[in-house]
T-cell receptor, first 112, second 115 residues
């Protein structure tokens, strides 16, 4: 079992839809959870950052972490064509030298 | 005023050649990284340097050698290139020494194709 599992999609939705992106993980030591957005032929950029369990909201984006289920989600409300990108979850443990483990990414297309 | 820059953007070369990729960050960060993203978009850490010192070295062939002349630069030299080295290589940096919990800022990537 891979440390981080993410459905690669592709996921295609109409503009204005609510998008749900998810990752599961196996390492219970993971404490820091991130979502990166990667546009085509660009480097990843940090979108959301959450420590431990709970929800975090930033504009149209909401990140949720359920450590008991080892499951994290990213919700995008009122999706826009500009949200079309690959979304990668990433996570790491408590120690400073522990590496950041990425999911494979989910490719999202929002159709106008 | 690019934060993390990489050169070249594209690199096409023959098997067996030696090549280098350069990375520079102007963010004043202490930690820099090299990642490899394969054809399936899987992003994996290769190396991490903090203030010119190697702190993470994943299971990477010895043909790959990072070099950090100062904390703003982390170059990647690859000897005897193989077909399987074809990928996109990303450089990244983060502010301090708290490790991977910190926000990492990625460069635009270098697309390497080995023929």
């Amino acid at each position: 079992q891979k440390e981080v599992e993410q459905d690669p999609g592709p996921l295609s939705v109409p503009e204005g839809a609510i998008v749900s992106l998810n990752c599961t993980y196996s390492n219970s030591a993971f404490q820091y959870f991130m979502w990166y957005r990667q546009y085509s032929r660009k480097g990843p950029e940090l979108l959301m950052y959450t420590y431990s369990s709970g929800n975090k909201e930033d504009g149209r984006f909401t990140a949720q972490v359920d450590k008991s289920s080892k499951y994290i989600s990213l919700f995008i409300r009122d999706s826009q064509p500009s949200d079309s990108a690959t979304y990668l979850c990433a996570m790491t443990g408590q120690g400073g030298s522990e590496k950041l483990v990425f999911g494979k990414g989910t490719k999202l297309t929002v159709n106008p | 005023d690019t934060a993390v820059s990489q050169t070249p953007k594209y690199l096409v070369t023959q098997m067996g050649n030696d090549k280098s990729i350069k990375c520079e960050q102007n963010l004043g960060h202490d930690t820099m990284y090299w990642y490899k993203q394969d054809s399936k978009k899987f992003l994996k850490i290769m190396f991490s340097y903090n203030n010119k010192e190697l702190i993470i070295n994943e299971t990477v062939p010895n043909r790959f050698s990072p070099k950090s002349p100062d904390k703003a630069h982390l170059n990647l030299h690859i000897n005897s290139l193989e077909l399987g080295d074809s990928a996109v290589y990303f450089c990244a940096s983060s502010p301090g020494t708290s490790g991977y919990q910190e926000t990492q800022y990625f460069g635009p990537g270098t697309r390497l194709l080995v023929l």
